[in-house]
């Protein structure tokens, strides 16, 4: 199974791209940083100089700018990062 038949992987692929890139303020590179401990614990290589410090309020706060309700949204991305997590942890427990 490869990183992009995960769930969740459509936001957290391209938040791994950005993170190499520098760009840790976009909703995917947030995500990682939130779970970067558990997705480092699973064997994916996080670039740690770039996170963002307290990515849960910056997440949301990114989240307020184009919507005029982000609670539900930022839900949403969390439950897709979580299963993300999830599936990759089974990965790597059966490798």
Do not use: W
């Not at 992009?4 to 938040?15: A, C, D, F, Y």
């Not at 699973?42 to 997440?59: F, H, K, N, T, Y």
């Not at 949301?60 to 897709?80: C, E, G, K, T, V």
């Amino acid at each position: 199974m490869e990183l992009n038949e995960l769930p969740g992987s459509e936001l957290i692929l391209p938040g791994l791209e950005d993170l190499y890139h520098g760009r840790n303020n976009t909703i995917g590179s947030l995500l990682i940083s939130i779970a970067s401990t558990r997705l480092t614990a699973a064997g994916l290589d996080i670039p740690q100089v770039s996170l963002v410090s307290e990515p849960e309020l910056a997440l949301y706060n990114h989240l307020q700018i184009d919507r005029d309700d982000a609670y539900p949204y930022y839900n949403a991305l969390l439950n897709s990062l979580n299963s993300f997590c999830a599936a990759l942890e089974l990965k790597s427990k059966y490798r």
